[in-house]
């Protein structure tokens, strides 16, 4: 009967073989997930033996899968994001602590947290920022758009998890069109890797994240394009936009939100230095 130390070390070696960095902590992870052990006890009791088949069986699997190169949120089912547990499936981008950036910018922009501020969250994914915004906003309520119905379904999970569902709508939408409201916070991520450069990105991407939230046409552009059109309509006066770019997009995107009638508040870099997150305002 092999013990945790065993299965551990197999896992990590295998993982490691096949190139993958994390391979320690991934293995972990899955044993842990496998044995519905926690870190702390895999860690603190080593020793322990592993008799169930089944659970042996979940492991190989599990690693499998992995050598397969579907990423860990999918494999796990869930990833952390602004510390709360987001289920994650194939249908929607993995939340990317990058993105902590544009709460946080949002959190300094709407400085009076008690207000019931109106929030829309635009190609709403897994529901990682607008639920991550109501969960620190206790009186405000908002709206989610995407394009996938099956996106959305994660997203109402989540909301539903987390305690939010009272306070979020969950609605297909072709970004902001037809939407009549205005908003006091209008958030997106959208879709800005070049088409082309998606086949060049980790397969955990390329292979597995859904093309509709990695795709952002010819030049990577084509959303915020979208997007700043109809920004003048989303915000209301006084109002703030907040847009998600990828590495060297924040510039241009400006010029295109700038161009639109907005004020550009700031430019916010995320954890690596990278211009990440485009704050602007109506006047
Ligand atoms: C980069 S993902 C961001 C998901 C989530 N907001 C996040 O930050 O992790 C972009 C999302 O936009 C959605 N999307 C793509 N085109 C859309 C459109 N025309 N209208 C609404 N949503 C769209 C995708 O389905 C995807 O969920």
Redesign the pocket.
Known sequence: MPKVSELLASVAARLSAAGLESGRLEARLLVGDATALSIEQLVAHPEREVDDGGVLARIERLTKRRLAREPMSQILGQREFWSLTFKVTPD??T??PD?ETLVEAALAALVDRTRPWRIL??????G??LLSLLHELPNATGIG????ER?LAVARANAETLGLAGRAVLQL???GQGIEEQFDLVVS???YIPSDDIETLDPEVSEHE?W???DGGLDGLD?YRRLAGQLPVLAREGGWALL?VGVDQAQIVARLVRAAGFKIERIRADLGGIERVVVARRP
């Open positions: 929607v981008l939340p990317r993105s969250d635009l190609g709403v994914g897994s990682c920022l758009i995407d394009r996938s996106a939408g072709d970004w991520n959208p879709p859904p509709l939230a990695l959303a998600e």
